[in-house]
């Protein structure tokens, strides 16, 4: 059996999962986001997820959404994989959101599994088997149950592994032993969506990240999955660890990622503008310690 760690990665390696930019009044940055969609590509993204948890997908409209995907795959052409997050607590409303994303030149589909409800593992699998269905596109399964009340049970991923359209996984699931079973038996390309576990997730067969913090450092993260592919794991592991200052500042500071990723792209003078309510942005005292991380982090690579 051919394993994933011998498969192609249906969107690359390295994924930048995207602020969604708005403008100074919260309305959609169109222009904003073809210009970080496109200096993320030069920087290294094999491809950008669009509408994810760090693109506040909550608090986008469906039309919003289809154009961001429009505008992002203008802006990077061929050069990049477009996936679009399209996952929502309701079935229909994600079917819908699925054909609309491919009509809308998306490249493959993100799901999330149905929040708050917490549905039961066959209504889970049923949940993605009717999304696959409906499109001609490859689909990743997100799997981040902290966020969403319910796992993708490593057993339901194996049955959802025959599908021919699930192809991937963004695991945010903090289970290691977990991701290694369905890793040995099935040909699920995996994605880190934890941006501490780059490392750790190629090491065990992983394919590659879909990261946060990528959309401030694109080319500081691609370069760990480069180290090991040459056969560096040492030069990977200082990489890696270079990085968890700002992985820490960003990510577990007690602020959502959008929050964080938002404002220091701001002060970098990049597109990103404000977060949409409930969130609210950035004290400019985290401001300032997000931009010390990044400084170190810019200066060591």
């Known amino acids: 059996m051919t394993t994933s760690a011998h498969r192609t990665p249906p969107f690359g390696r390295a994924l930048c999962a995207m602020v969604t930019p708005f403008t100074e009044e919260g309305a959609l940055d169109l222009d904003g986001a073809r ?68 009509k809308a030149g998306a490249d493959g589909l993100l799901v999330v599994t149905p929040y708050y409800s917490r549905p039961p593992q066959d209504a889970v699998e049923a949940h993605f088997r009717e999304i696959a269905d409906a499109t001609g596109l490859p689909l990743a399964l997100y799997d981040i149950p902290g966020r969403t009340g319910t796992r993708i049970e490593p057993d339901t991923m194996i049955r959802l592994a025959g599908h021919p359209r699930i192809v991937a996984v963004k695991d945010c699931a903090y289970d290691l032993l977990g991701t290694q079973k369905v890793l040995a038996r099935t040909e699920l390309a995996y994605y880190t969506g934890c941006d501490e576990y780059v490392l750790a997730m190629r090491a065990i067969g992983g394919s590659g990240f879909i990261s946060t913090v990528a959309n401030v450092a694109p080319r500081q993260f691609r370069a ?78």
Do not use: N, W
């Open 35 to 102: 210009l970080l969609a496109d200096r993320l590509v030069s920087e290294g993204c094999d491809g950008l997820v669009l509408s994810g948890t760090t693109g506040e997908s909550p608090t986008t409209t469906d039309a919003e959404k289809s154009a961001l995907v429009r505008a992002v795959r203008e802006a990077v052409g061929d050069r990049a994989r477009v996936v679009a997050g399209i996952g929502t607590a309701d079935t229909r409303h994600t079917v819908e959101l699925a054909r609309e994303a491919e």
């Open 224 to 301: 760990i999955l480069e180290a090991f592919d040459r056969g560096d794991p040492a030069e990977a592991a200082r990489l890696q660890q270079q990085a968890v200052p700002l992985i820490e500042s960003m990510m577990s500071a007690g602020l959502p990622g959008t929050v964080t990723a938002k404002a220091l792209l701001t002060a970098l003078g990049l597109p990103a503008g404000p977060v949409r309510p409930p969130l609210r942005p950035a004290s400019p005292g985290t401001v300032d310690e997000l931009l010390a991380a990044y400084e170190e982090l810019a200066h060591a690579s």
